[in-house]
């Protein structure tokens, strides 16, 4: 097994993924060990709007796990805000497969809905109402180490609820 560790943040459109990324890659990170975050909505490659062919969505998909696996078999830690293909079981059990072979956390990062809505809507390059349909089914069978929840605590607190369970399962890891 691969001492470094993938954390993966799960959580629908606005749920504040990215953010608590950011923080716990600041409070995790030392000069010698630097968690790298990597944000799947930026490391996906972009495909042109019309596209869409169905049967090499499998393709990209395991493309894009088995990319950001190869930072951490470079010898990185890695933070990881949303790559599992949600709604798709067997997608999914391929990426934790993919990912078992790091010191894994996976994180559910909870929002109300309507905090959910609230932020897309200041956010004008987000699908309306997307959130709220991801929350039918994007946590469904899933089994996290942690989770948390956004709606009422700051990224830094959350942040550091990660960093503690972490701390609970590293020795190694900075205090």
């Known amino acids: ?25 600041k409070r995790l990170s030392t000069p010698n060990r630097p968690f790298l975050n990597i944000e799947a909505d930026q490391h996906l490659p972009h495909l042109p709007d ?23 078999d470079q010898g990185f830690d890695l933070i990881v805000d949303g790559v599992l293909p949600y709604g798709d079981s067997q997608g999914i ?17 909870h929002c109300d809905p309507d905090i959910l809505e609230a932020r897309e809507k200041q956010r004008p390059d987000r699908d309306q109402g997307w959130a709220r349909r991801q929350l039918s089914d994007l946590h469904k069978g899933q089994r996290y180490d942690i989770e948390i929840d956004t709606t009422g605590l700051s990224p830094d607190h959350n942040a550091e609820l990660v960093a503690r369970y972490l701390f609970d399962q590293d020795a190694c890891l900075p205090g």
Request: hydrophobic share 45%; aromatic share 12%; glycine share 8%.
């Open 50 to 72: 019309d596209w869409s062919n169905p049967m090499f969505g499998e393709s990209l998909s395991r493309a894009l796990h088995r990319s950001v696996a190869a930072f951490g």
């Open 1 to 25: 097994m691969n001492r470094r560790w993938l954390i993966l943040l799960s959580g629908t459109s606005c749920s504040g993924k990215s953010t608590i990324a950011r923080a716990l890659a």
């Open 93 to 109: 059990a391929d990426a934790l497969e993919i990912f078992s072979r790091f010191r894994f956390c996976y994180v559910g990062v």
